[in-house]
Structure formats: structure tokens, C-alpha cells
């Protein structure tokens, strides 16, 4: 079996085999671009070592091999100490993971070809930056001895020399450097390695290892990568962007990853080395400055990038090197992009002709569609001057956060739990991946536009400001400094700050933010998915607003409308507890009398924005204890009222309160007295909701807003029960169209939510007009998980542990609740042909939930507003993967 490529015998569509990195680098190779020459090992071997912990035994007897092929290709041979080969050792997964695994370059240095490389190039300097480079990579990387060690001895040099820049470092300081920096392996108890073939070995083995570091495993979970595919490696003859000022590197996206703008966007630092751009280290320039510096190459670099871009159909993500004047491409992938970007560059390249609407509906992840709808600042607020600009830096990844300033990764995750944080560093590194997933934005001091805050940031849709450097950030006492109108402020763990990762902005304080608005390129987008996707969507609305906003995001009805939600008005929760206390059902009805004038509004302004689309409105669902005070807190206050005024009126009324809440109270109320069985207990709730929902309709059909109306009755679990409340409800609608002189359309259904009611889907059918699934109760029932307390307890354990594949209260338990709904599809169908079916838990928004739904022909998911353009984009997704995309009427 082979197990090590030549870049010229890969190809671009062998990711599985080669990695994104390696396959790009022999596409490359093939289109005859300037690439330096190498090799790939393959992802089998990583996942042997995985399996075996050690390298194959022969390996490195087939990388000498190739090893030999690079050397005659560039003249030079590996380790020899006249006309030394130093090479890059890089890892290279099928998917990309920009830093998430290690990187070691300048590898084959040691003290006798150092002094060949300096013979060779008349640059001590240029080589002894080169060792230092090395040892604290390797030593880092393939040693475990902290890279913070080396980085604070450098920096201790550099304040010795009275000097900032790396750059402006004598090449006699660097070799002493370099001296310090083997001492410093010395001191771990282990000698740096002076065998360019053991260093060659020992870097891929760290290379393998590092598909399962931290923040490697942290980034595969959070975008589902599974972690069984291991990564490639990639050896790679070193070019130097450290050789002077005729030299240099950069990164570059082939059009702007933020906003999707079709221009050549990137960064280059002269005199410097790769990691120097993606680490932060130093603040490079943009990328016209090599226009300016060197203009042939930039000319050059311009044609190569809009041929890749040409090649692949995509916007790419480019790294090159110059070494004195001449220009090499170091790897190509695509871009990660923003979600605004990633709408407009699909759609562009629709209009360009690149690739067709259906690859551009499949090429947008619904997380872009997400990272759109990204709350922004509120300019009313900002224009108070309460919020004072105290810093402006780079617009590295769009949206708008605030939260409390927290300058540790650790801390980060540990404080975002409860509150929302700004991850402050003076740069970000991989360590820090987890802590920049549990910040609501990240601000470093230092770091560009590539910079691997400013990726991972954009990967991630969390808003970002990168190269603040106006801020001075001391990690140590956990505060950062600005200068402020001439005073000093200073800026401590704790306190609110706000950063507008789309201007650059950084503010004082906790400033409110705004809901976004959809662009015409997601417009064009949207439009483009519906005519793909089967599904309709629908959206969970309780208020008019809430539907106007569904409506606006192109939802086709409103699925779920819980008609609790409305009892809780300051008008009319008072109503609602008379009613719960009193004594009988006439003393219950003219309290609910009091209460249908609301009810009725409610509803009328839910057909106002929807007109001619469904309507479904479930029937009051929780237990009537949820509308009166907490017992405990009753209790406190009687026995605080009989030690204080026992004589006051006010104890009495407590105490009666008090004995109705005791009187509800019980001991499992998600499985109490609710839903179909609160309606037989007590009916004239629901009657009165009817009464209300069929004034509203005969209302609104009058004023022309042709309502379709379903009437959902929730927590069924015999169909007994669906038929004693149908009939009595069917009785209550058509006395109300009598009354009011209107037919009008609709129709009685339920959710189905309980696990006995899926069994019996079949004989629920013929009383049920439709079938809403209630997944959030069906998995917790299935489950046998109280939701509340899985959550706060054992579920992320269970996740983070692999007992449970997902959260299944997020994405839809195929294999269990799944196939619950899927017998129930079939049995209700079965009796029902006509039978509308329809989702409406949280799982009606989760791409992955809603493929699912396809597959069973469910009629329509239901979601909450905001996730109505992910819902309409996961359907047509869906539909295209299945190869049913049709074009349907809308």
C-alpha cells in the first residue's frame, strides 16, 4: 500500500487520502504553478499510529525515498553540511482546521548546517533567526516544553537591546539566543535533537499526535468533523520570506472573507516567516504594500490567484512566500468566510457564471445564515454618549457583543457559562480555541486581518477586533490600559466593554444591540432555495410582532401559537388567577368572560399579519399552578404576615391563595394536569379560547384577511381523550359561525407529544384533522429526561463523553424519537390520507432535524422567527441532497 505521495503523483480530488492541504498542494503542482517541491503521508498512516501509537517501521524508509526526489528537484540534500535541505513538516486534514494542529518549519538546522547556511547565503542573521524559529517550535510542538518559556526570553532580549520589532534584532544576540534556547531544553532534562532524519521522524509522529490536542478536538466537535479520519502530513522544502527586505510572506483571500466583496484582500510582512502573519506576532500590511514594494511579483500574485479562484469555482484562502524576489505558493484551500460573505460571494458567482443556483443554495451553511442575523450596536444608544469609543481596531469578524472583559481562555469558559464574555488577549493562539468559543466577541491587542483570532473568529461567526493596538494588555493583573482624551483607563476582568466587529469600534460599557435585516443577496439566495425545497416553513409566533417578523423572514403560516403566553399581560394575569380560585365553574366562566376580549385581539392580530396563510393556535398547555405565585415564596410571605400582622385582611387572602397553590401543586407537572387533560377537567377554559379564536376569524374574514384556522389540542395520549374535547370544541365553533353569520376554514388536530399517542397515531387520525409533533416533550418522554434538569445536570456530560451522539433536545434522536415519528407518519396517513403533518419543536429550526423531516414528507417545520431563513435554506438543502429538488407553488 502507498503511503507517501509525491506533490505531482496527487491529485486534487484525493482529500480522503492526501488532506485538503496535500491534494490543493499537488493540484497546484499540476496547473504548473511556482510550488515548492514535496511530499504527502497519508491520512491511513495517522490513523495507524492512532490505533498502534508508533510510526509503520519502514516509514521513514519510504520518505527517505521521496525524500531523495526533492533533493535532486532542488539541488540540495538534507542534512548535508555543505548545501543543506531544510524542510517545513505541516499537518493537512480533509477538512480544513487553520491552527487547530501543529506546523514546524526551518526543520533540518542544526549547529553544522547552520554555519553551511550562512556560508551559502552571507546572512548570519537571516540564519541564526531561522534556528531560534526552530528549536522554539520543535521544542514546543514535538518536545512539550512551553513555548511561553522561549517567547519570554526573546522578549527579555529584545527589551536588554531597547528594541520592539523581532526584526531589529543583531544576528550576534540571535546566536547567543540561540545557545539560551538549547538550555533552556537542557533544563527540561532532554538535548535538542542535532539528527536532521531523528528530527524529521520525531516531527511527523508530533504531527499525527496533534490530530488529537485540545483545540483540535474542541474545533471537529463544534463543526461536527468526525474524529476518526486523522490527518496527512506534509513535508515540504522550506522557502525563507526572512531573507531581507527583497523577501517576505503573506496570506491572502482571492475576495474579502468578511463581507464577500469581490477584491484581492490579504496581508504580507517583509523580512518575515509564515507563522509571523496567522500568529499575531507582528502587524503586518496590507497587501497593496507589495504592489508598492514589488510590484512584478504582486503583478504576478494577482494572475495566480484569480486563476485558483477560476480553477476551483470558489473564493480561496492563499499563503505564499517571496524569497528574494521570487515568488512560491505555499497552499491554497478555500476560504473560510463569514455568513454575509458567504451569501454574497454564492451569489456573485451565480451572476458571473462561475457555478449554478443549486450549487449556490448547497455551498451556504445554514450556520452562515445564522451568523447574519447577528445582533449589530445600537446607534440610538451610542449617540447618548453613554458608551464612550475608547479604542478602534481592525473589523476582523463582523456582528456586534458585549459582555464582561475576561483575558483568559480558561476563565473565559468557565465565566461564559453564566454571562456573557469579551475574550480580551494581546494575541489569540490555538490553546485559546475554547475560550474563544465561549465568548460572545474577542479583542486582541495585536494581530491581523489573517491574524488566528481573525479566522477562527469568522470561521465561528463570533465578532472580532483584531490589531487593537491602542490597548496595552496585561495579562498578569488581568486589565488592559488605553489612553482615553489624554487620561489613562484602565480596564479590569469584570467590566463591560462592547466591540463592533464590524467597524473596528471598541466601547465602554454594555452597549444594546439591534436585530438585523436581511440583504438582497440573501433575498436572491432564499428565493432561489424555495424553489428547491419541498418543505414549507411555518414559524412559532405567540404575538402579532412576532409573526410580522416570521413573515418578514419568508415563513409560510404560523405553526405553533401558545396561547399561555398570552395570559400573563399585567391586565390579565389578575383575571387569570380569579379564575384558578374560584370556587365553581360559573364563578370560573365570568372570570374567563372578562378575559376573551383579550384573547380575541390576540388572535385577530395574528390573522391580520397572516392573512391567507395557516394559522395553528394550541390550546392552553401548563399546569394552572404556573400562573399563580410560587409556594414557597406563599409560604414565606403567610408565616411573615402571622408574626407581623396577624390581624391584617391581606393574611387571609394569603392564606386562601395559599391553599389553592397546595391544592395544584404536584409532583411531576410535566406529566400532571395539563394540556387535553386540563380541557376535560376543565372545559370552559378552552371553550372560551375557542369562543375567541372563532370571533376573531368571522372578525377578520369580514375585513378581508381570509383566515385559515387550526386548532391544536395538545397532550393527547388516548384518543378518547381527542374525541370528548373535539366534540364538545366542534360544538363551540359552529354555535360562533351560527352567531356570526361566516363559514369558516378550520380544522381540530393535535400534537403529538406523547410516546402512546405515536403508537396510536392510527386511531388519533380519524379525530385529527392534523398532526403537529411536539418534539421537545416527545424526546423528553422518550427519553425519560426532565429537559430542565438533564440540561443543567448530566446531558453535556453525556454529549462530551460520547454516550449521546448529539444533544438530542437540539438535533432530532433519529434511531429513537425518530422512529417514533416515522410510525406515527405512516399509521396517521394510513387513515387519514389528506392528514396535514407538520413539526413545531425547537428541532423544526436544526438543519440536520429538518433533512429528517424531508425524508419522512412531512408537510411543513415550524421554527422560531429568527431561524426561518436557516429553515427554508436546510429544506432546500435537504431536497437537494435527495435529488427531489422541484420547483413548487408558493
Known amino acids: 500500500m502507498k503511503r507517501v505521495y509525491l506533490f505531482e503523483e496527487g491529485r486534487a480530488d484525493m482529500r480522503d487520502l492526501l488532506g485538503g492541504k496535500g491534494a490543493n498542494l499537488a493540484e497546484m503542482t499540476h496547473i504548473g504553478l511556482p510550488v515548492p517541491p514535496g511530499f504527502t503521508i497519508t491520512t491511513d498512516v495517522c490513523r495507524d499510529y492512532m490505533r498502534r501509537g508508533r510510526l509503520p517501521d519502514d516509514l521513514m524508509d519510504e520518505v527517505r525515498e521521496k525524500l531523495q526526489v526533492v533533493e535532486q528537484r532542488v539541488g540540495k540534500r538534507f542534512g548535508d553540511p555543505e548545501n543543506p535541505l531544510l524542510v517545513s513538516v505541516r499537518s493537512g486534514a480533509k477538512f480544513s482546521m487553520p491552527g487547530m494542529m501543529d506546523t514546524i518549519l526551518n526543520l533540518g538546522l542544526n549547529d553544522r548546517t547552520a554555519q553551511a547556511m550562512i556560508r551559502l547565503t552571507q546572512n548570519p542573521r537571516f540564519v541564526y533567526d531561522a534556528y531560534r524559529r526552530f528549536i522554539m517550535m520543535f521544542s514546543d510542538v514535538v518536545m512539550d516544553i512551553p513555548k511561553k518559556l522561549f517567547e519570554e526570553r526573546f522578549a527579555e532580549l529584545k527589551a536588554r537591546l531597547g528594541v520592539t520589532q523581532d526584526t531589529e534584532v543583531p544576528a550576534d544576540a540571535l546566536k547567543t539566543l540561540v545557545e539560551e534556547f538549547k538550555q533552556i531544553v537542557h533544563e527540561h532534562g532532554k538535548e535538542f535533537p542535532q539528527d536532521p532524519s531523528l528530527q524529521l521522524e520525531m516531527a511527523i509522529e508530533a504531527v499525527f499526535r496533534s490530530w488529537n490536542n485540545e483545540r483540535a478536538v474542541i474545533y471537529r466537535e463544534r463543526e461536527k468533523i468526525p474524529h476518526d479520519l486523522g490527518t496527512a502530513c506534509n513535508v515540504q522544502a522550506m522557502v525563507f520570506g526572512n531573507m531581507g527586505d527583497d523577501s517576505g510572506t503573506g496570506v491572502a483571500f482571492t475576495r474579502n472573507p468578511a463581507t464577500g466583496e469581490k477584491v484581492l484582500y490579504g496581508e504580507f510582512l517583509p523580512n518575515a516567516q509564515g507563522e509571523d502573519v496567522v500568529a499575531g506576532i507582528r ?12 510590484p512584478e511579483v504582486y503583478r504576478q500574485f494577482l494572475e495566480i490567484a484569480d486563476r485558483l479562484e477560476r480553477h476551483y469555482r470558489d473564493m480561496m484562502d492563499l499563503e505564499f512566500t517571496i524569497e528574494r524576489g521570487t515568488l512560491w505558493m505555499l497552499q491554497c484551500r478555500v476560504g473560510k468566510r463569514t ?11 451565480v451572476h458571473e457564471g462561475l457555478i449554478g443556483r443549486d450549487e449556490a443554495v448547497l455551498r451556504v451553511q445554514p450556520s452562515h445564515l445564522d451568523q447574519v442575523l447577528h445582533p449589530h450596536l445600537d446607534e440610538r444608544a451610542l449617540a447618548t454618549g453613554e458608551y464612550p469609543l475608547i479604542a478602534q481596531g481592525l473589523s476582523a ?27 480580551v488577549r494581546p494575541e489569540t493562539n490555538p490553546d485559546d480555541v475554547g475560550g474563544m468559543l465561549a465568548s460572545k466577541g474577542i479583542l486582541t491587542e495585536r494581530g491581523g486581518m489573517t491574524s488566528h483570532a481573525a479566522v477562527v473568529a469568522r470561521g465561528f461567526g463570533i465578532p472580532c477586533v483584531a490589531g487593537c493596538e491602542a490597548i496595552h494588555v496585561d495579562e498578569e493583573n488581568a486589565l488592559f490600559t488605553v489612553e482615553v482624551n489624554g487620561e489613562t483607563l484602565t480596564v479590569r476582568e469584570g467590566d ?13 460599557g454594555a452597549v444594546p444591540t439591534q436585530e438585523p435585516e436581511i ?3 440573501m433575498m436572491t439566495l432564499l428565493h432561489w432555495a424555495d424553489q428547491f425545497r419541498r418543505l414549507r416553513v411555518r414559524a412559532n409566533a405567540d404575538t402579532p410582532k412576532d409573526a410580522a417578523k416570521a413573515l418578514a423572514f419568508g415563513a409560510e403560516g404560523i405553526g405553533l401559537a401558545r396561547t399561555e403566553h398570552m395570559f400573563f399581560g399585567a391586565e390579565r394575569l389578575p383575571i387569570v388567577q380569579e379564575m384558578i380560585l374560584a370556587k365553581t365553574a360559573k364563578e370560573r366562566r365570568e372570570a374567563l368572560s372578562r378575559l376573551l376580549p383579550f384573547q380575541r385581539e390576540d388572535f385577530l392580530g395574528l390573522f391580520e399579519v397572516m392573512r391567507g396563510l395557516p394559522v395553528t393556535i394550541r390550546l392552553i398547555d401548563p399546569p394552572l399552578h404556573e400562573f399563580l405565585p410560587r409556594y414557597e415564596d406563599l409560604l414565606r410571605e403567610v408565616l411573615l404576615l402571622e408574626l407581623t400582622a396577624p390581624d391584617s385582611p391581606q393574611l387571609a387572602e394569603k392564606r386562601r391563595l395559599l391553599q389553592r397553590v397546595e391544592e395544584l401543586r404536584e409532583a ?12 376535560i377537567l376543565y372545559p370552559e377554559i378552552v371553550e372560551m379560547q375557542v369562543t375567541a379564536i372563532m370571533e376573531a376569524a368571522a372578525e377578520a374574514q369580514r375585513r378581508g384577511y381570509d383566515p385559515h384556522v387550526e386548532i391544536m389540542i395538545p397532550l393527547v395520549g388516548h384518543v378518547n381523550e381527542l374525541k370528548v374535547v373535539r366534540e364538545n370544541l366542534e360544538r363551540v365553533a359552529k354555535e360562533v359561525m351560527a352567531h356570526e353569520g361566516v363559514q369558516i376554514d378550520y380544522k381540530f388536530g393535535t400534537m403529538i407529544e406523547i410516546p402512546r399517542a405515536a403508537l396510536t397515531a392510527g386511531e388519533i387520525a380519524q379525530e385529527a384533522q392534523f398532526f403537529s409533533f411536539g418534539t421537545n416533550d416527545l424526546t423528553q418522554t422518550v427519553f425519560g429526561f426532565s429537559r430542565d434538569d438533564a440540561e443543567g445536570k448530566f446531558l453535556a456530560y453525556y454529549v462530551e463523553q460520547k454516550i449521546l451522539p448529539e444533544n438530542p433536545f437540539v438535533t432530532l434522536d433519529r434511531a429513537g424519537v425518530g422512529r417514533l415519528i416515522e410510525m406515527a407518519v405512516r399509521a396517521g396517513r394510513a387513515a387519514r390520507r389528506e392528514l396535514k403533518i407538520g413539526i413545531c419543536g425547537e428541532h423544526g429550526g436544526d438543519p440536520a432535524s429538518i433533512e429528517f423531516c424531508h425524508e419522512l414528507e412531512l408537510d411543513y417545520v415550524s421554527c422560531s422567527p429568527y431561524r426561518v431563513p436557516i429553515a427554508r435554506l436546510a429544506a432546500a438543502q435537504a431536497a437537494l441532497r435527495h435529488r427531489v429538488a422541484v420547483t413548487v407553488d408558493k
Open 283 to 294: 502587524t503586518p500590511l496590507p497587501l497593496d504594500a507589495l504592489r508598492d514594494m514589488m
Open 339 to 349: 455568513g454575509r460573505a458567504a451569501v454574497k460571494i454564492a451569489v456573485d458567482m
Open 397 to 423: 469578524s463582523p456582528g456586534a457583543a458585549s459582555g464582561r472583559a475576561v483575558f483568559d481562555a480558561k476563565r473565559a469558559i468557565e465565566r461564559g457559562k453564566a454571562e456573557p464574555v469579551i475574550l
Open 496 to 508: 463591560y466593554i462592547s466591540i463592533d466587529g464590524s467597524t473596528g469600534n471598541v466601547y465602554l
Open 519 to 521: 440583504s438582497p443577496e
Open 668 to 679: 411531576n407537572p410535566m406529566l400532571g394536569l395539563r394540556g387535553v387533560r386540563l380541557s
